[in-house]
């Protein structure tokens, strides 16, 4: 018995060094990660909520009534913009950017004068719409797929 193990763990250490076991085919598996976007829309060229639509996401619009600066860095930086950009936001400059490239990205429709006039009068409740419609859509467009390939 003592020497019956013995080959059995010669042949098993062979196996795990030289990666040719006998009487078996070797077969070389590449995995190969693939990144699938898919674009859904939501409601065509409308947000997906409302101005005034706090009770839609209680997280955003706690964020932005106790911290608030908190909520815009976290929302450009979702975007895809440099976090700190809601910082130097003076005339409300980054603010109708951002709202004019979201538009421009989800496809809804507006104009500049509108963003500024939303932007003037509802500063908070427009950021937080902002924070919403990019949570929605990002979570509504992100998924991976992984593949395998396997070659004889």
Same mark, same amino acid.
């Given at each position: 018995?003592?020497?019956?193990?013995k080959?059995?763990?010669?042949?098993?250490?062979?196996?795990?060094?030289?990666?040719?076991?006998?009487?078996?085919?070797?077969?070389?598996?590449q995995q190969?990660?693939?990144?699938?976007?898919?674009?859904?829309?939501?409601?065509?060229?409308?947000?997906?909520?409302?101005?005034?639509?706090?009770? $839609?996401?209680?997280?955003? =619009? +706690?964020?932005?009534l106790? #911290?608030? /600066? %908190?909520?815009? !860095? *976290?929302?450009?930086?979702?975007?895809?913009?440099?976090?700190?950009?809601?910082?130097?936001?003076?005339?409300?400059?980054?603010?109708?950017?951002?709202?004019?490239?979201?538009?421009?990205?989800?496809?809804?429709?507006? $104009?500049c004068?509108?963003? =500024? +006039?939303?932007?003037?009068? #509802?500063? /908070? %409740?427009?950021? !937080? *719409?902002?924070?919403?419609?990019?949570?929605?859509?990002?979570?509504?467009?992100?998924?991976?797929?992984?593949?395998?390939?396997?070659?004889?």
């Open positions: 018995m003592y020497r019956k193990i080959v059995e763990a010669v042949a098993a250490a062979r196996w795990r060094f030289s990666f040719e076991p006998p009487n078996t085919t070797v077969m070389a598996v190969q990660v693939v990144s699938v976007t898919t674009h859904t829309t939501h409601s065509s060229g409308t947000w997906t909520t409302g101005l005034c639509d706090c009770c $839609s996401d209680m997280g955003t =619009c +706690c964020c932005g106790w #911290c608030f /600066p %908190c909520l815009q !860095c *976290q929302a450009v930086s979702q975007f895809g913009w440099c976090f700190c950009l809601p910082l130097l936001d003076c005339c409300l400059t980054v603010s109708c950017c951002l709202r004019s490239k979201m538009r421009e990205r989800y496809g809804i429709h507006g $104009s004068c509108d963003d =500024c +006039c939303t932007l003037c009068f #509802c500063y /908070p %409740c427009a950021w !937080c *719409q902002m924070s919403r419609e990019i949570k929605i859509r990002a979570h509504a467009t992100s998924s991976t797929v992984v593949t395998q390939q396997v070659r004889a």
